[in-house]
């Protein structure tokens, strides 16, 4: 009887092992990320959008123009994002209205995005006057929110991705290992 619960723990020891293998090797078959794609030309990391816009709020509150505070920081970020800025604070100063002095960063492949989120953030004070600082601030909460949403979604994404294959391994592992050999020495002691 030992002999028969030794032998049915071994198939089961193996059959678990196998399940783990074959629970990793589903993991493993992920298409792995290249860091070859990345331009290092860019730079090592990208410059966050709510950033930008504090660096818009230190400018205005510190006096300058829209055009200028444009013109400044597109001088100290990365050429990609800051050449598009420079560009806009330059067709300003020259007269250019503003959706035109926009058109061609709002359409920038990598950062169209970001552009046509400070070019509407802008808009009302370069049309009206008015101090940008209220929707500069306005802005920043809107992007913060929206990003922590993102974080969130990806993260309870992540623990699904996560507890799928932990489960997949663990509990047929915990019901081969644990308690078919209980149910077997239970069976097995009941006929003798």
Known sequence: MSRRVNDMT???NALAALLTACAVDLLLRRPARSLAGLNPAAGDQDMPLTLLLEMLAVCVRQGASVPHALERIGSVVQADLGEPMAGVARLLNQGT????????????????????????????SWRHG????????????????AQRRRLDEASAALAV??????????????????????????AGGLSI
């Open 161 to 186: 991705k996560i507890l799928l294959p932990t489960g997949l391994c663990i509990l047929p592992a915990f019901i081969l290992i644990g308690v078919l050999p209980c149910i077997a020495a239970f």
């Open 130 to 145: 008015i101090s940008p600082l209220g929707r500069i601030e306005t802005t920043i909460e809107q992007v913060d929110q």
């Open 10 to 12: 071994t198939v089961l």
């Open 97 to 124: 209205d503003w959706y035109s002095a926009w058109a061609q960063a709002c359409s920038h492949p990598r950062y169209g995005h970001r552009f046509r989120i400070m070019s509407d953030c802008l808009e009302p």
